[in-house]
């Protein structure tokens, strides 16, 4: 049997990633790097194995890997790779709870996509600002973004790009507590996703459908599209968005009741949050298990999860849930039988 050639490895794991089956790209890709036998192909290796593995959860590698690319293509004058390894640079960032840092390299990658007159790369570094600005608590510009980003992606008749935006706006309108608003905009774009087959997006969706369904109340479904949500995360290997589906499942299994359940998510997502380095998702695992614990009747143990909480929301300047933690260490001091609180 003839050996493939580095370029039809490449191009069989970029095949593998578009149907989000992430573990078996990632091998086609390192393989394909190995044997890269030219420098454009490396470069191209660099940032796909990048974004594979940004996506499953290892945003340190990924960052060092954009790093790598970055410099490459800025070797070969290759503009366009350039503004992606920036955008890359940031992505890895923001998942790594450094906001700052994130939207330092966006505004970089923005600079060369207008220059280069980019639209597509324009289009997404709106939306990961916006999810930056997001993360940062300036959720007023988030949602501004994410239209502008939208528009852009519909104007260009990307679908996909415009289902992303719309899950974007979905959490931004749920943290702004506009829970009806934020279930459309989930919905629609989970109808987007199911029609492209793109399961990344089908999970990522029923993730933020159920969280929606979760606020407004409607707990029965949206422990339903939590496990939908899981099934399809199980499926591409991804374990950032499922520490988080964790999450929600957590804390609707809190507002009923079921704390052992609860607890036995929060602890599997606990897991997660380490294993990917993800601070930000590590205060919410506080937050969440300071009220498994109070309700417990162990106030003093909630008290110092919380006071981690805001000592690490304190430190990455995480606003919203620098926010989340004070409600709760107010509402145990002065009005305990608010709790447990449904947090967006």
């Not at 009220?291 to 009747?297: D, V």
């Amino acid at each position: 049997m003839r050996k493939k050639t580095p370029l039809s490895l490449f191009k069989e794991a970029e095949r593998l990633r578009l149907r989000s089956r992430f573990p078996e790209a990632l091998t086609l890709y390192e393989e394909a790097l190995k044997r890269a036998d030219s420098k454009e192909l490396e470069l191209s290796c660099l940032l796909s194995l990048a974004d594979t593995l940004r996506l499953t959860g290892d945003f340190k590698r990924a960052y060092r890997l954009y790093l790598k690319a970055s410099r490459l293509s800025e070797r070969l004058f290759m503009e366009a790779e350039y503004a992606d390894s920036l955008a890359g640079c940031g992505l890895s960032m923001r998942a790594l709870g450094r906001w700052q840092k994130a939207l330092e390299f966006f505004h970089a990658a923005l600079g060369v996509y207008e220059d280069t007159g980019d639209l597509h790369g324009v289009a997404f570094t709106l939306w990961a600002e916006a999810g930056t600005c997001r993360i940062k608590g300036d959720l007023k510009e988030a949602v501004r973004r994410f239209r502008q980003a939208r528009r852009l992606f519909e104007k260009m008749g990307d679908r996909r790009g415009a289902g992303y935006c719309l899950t974007g706006l979905g959490g931004s309108l749920r943290v702004s507590r506009r829970y009806r608003a934020s279930l459309e905009h989930y919905t629609t774009a989970n109808t987007i996703f199911r029609s492209l087959r793109d399961t990344f997006g089908i999970a990522y969706s029923y993730c933020g459908m159920a969280n929606a369904l979760r606020m407004k109340g409607e707990f029965k479904e949206a422990l339903r599209y939590f496990r939908l949500a899981t099934k399809n995360y199980r499926k591409i290997g991804d374990r950032v968005s499922y520490a988080y589906t964790l999450w929600g499942e957590a804390m609707v299994f809190i507002q009923l009741g079921s704390l052992d359940e609860a607890q036995k998510d929060l602890e599997l997502a606990k897991g997660l949050f380490k294993e990917t380095g993800d601070e930000r998702g590590i205060i919410y695992y506080l937050i969440a298990t300071a009220q498994t614990e109070f309700l417990r009747g162990r106030k003093k143990m909630a008290e110092g999860l919380l006071k981690r909480g805001l000592k690490k929301a304190t430190i990455f300047e995480f606003a919203i849930e620098r926010g989340y933690v004070e409600s709760l260490l107010s509402a145990i001091k002065e009005r305990p039988e608010r709790l447990p609180l449904n947090l967006p």
